[in-house]
T-cell receptor, first 114, second 113 residues
Framework: EAGVAQSPRYKIIEKRQSVAFWCNPI?????LYWYQQILGQGPKLLIQ????????DSQLPKDRFSAERLKGVDSTLKIQPAKLEDSAVYLC????????????FGPGTRLTVT | AQSVAQPEDQVNVAEGNPLTVKCTYS??????LFWYVQYPNRGLQFLLK??????LVKGSYGFEAEFNKSQTSFHLKKPSALVSDSALYFC???????????FGTGTRLTVIP
């Protein structure tokens, strides 16, 4: 079974630029998560989708971050405009409804904002 | 609100010795607890979980964890450490009424040959 795919793996941008990350979850997984992991910290949930609906986006800075999962499969996370403090690894994870608590993570996208 | 504490940033252990990585939690309602491991340049991997039942939970790669309700702890253990166990370990708790996870800050385990 293929794992969670993410791209790009690395991205360097200047502050105030925009950036987008892509995630393809494990086939058949209804739930998709985006986490932000700042160096030295644990992952923090940004947004959770079930199929193409948002379950939890309470920690998403909505003035600059947006995410979508239009067809209930792939997802994109966008930052516009980026700030220095957005430098982090952005992790995508997915889970099935049957094993909801076992989340499978992708390799992450390391974002550096200069 | 839920919280997870991993009191040790770093744990060093000699190869072949038993290892323990500590985790304490605070959550309303029944705790659902998890351990994940993160290797360099890779995503987190699920190790084990406690939902209900036996307090001793067995997981991947020979790891186990003991749920202690009175001490609100969920320490990760392994009887004999391997050099390949060196990684970053995260404890997590389910957020009540949601199917997502709240993670601790992580503990870096180094197994010394």
């Amino acid at each position: 079974e293929a794992g969670v795919a993410q791209s790009p793996r690395y991205k360097i941008i200047e502050k105030r630029q925009s950036v987008a990350f892509w995630c393809n979850p494990i086939s058949g997984h209804a739930t998709l998560y985006w986490y932000q992991q700042i160096l030295g910290q644990g992952p923090k949930l940004l947004i959770q989708f079930q199929n193409n609906g948002v379950v939890d986006d309470s920690q998403l800075p909505k003035d600059r971050f947006s995410a979508e999962r239009l067809k209930g499969v792939d997802s994109t996370l966008k930052i516009q405009p980026a700030k220095l403090e957005d430098s982090a690894v952005y992790l995508c994870a997915s889970s099935s409804l049957r094993t909801a608590y076992e989340q499978y993570f992708g390799p992450g996208t390391r974002l550096t904002v200069t | 609100a839920q919280s997870v504490a991993q009191p040790e940033d770093q744990v060093n252990v000699a190869e072949g010795n038993p290892l323990t990585v500590k985790c304490t939690y605070s959550v309303s309602g029944n705790p659902y607890l998890f351990w994940y491991v993160q290797y360099p340049n890779r995503g987190l991997q699920f190790l084990l979980k406690y939902i209900t039942g036996d307090n001793l939970v067995k997981g991947s790669y020979g790891f186990e964890a003991e749920f202690n309700k009175s001490q609100t702890s969920f320490h990760l253990k392994k009887p004999s450490a391997l050099v390949s166990d060196s990684a970053l370990y995260f404890c997590a708790v389910r957020v009540p009424r949601a199917n997502n996870l709240f993670f601790g800050t992580g503990t870096r385990l180094t197994v010394i040959p």
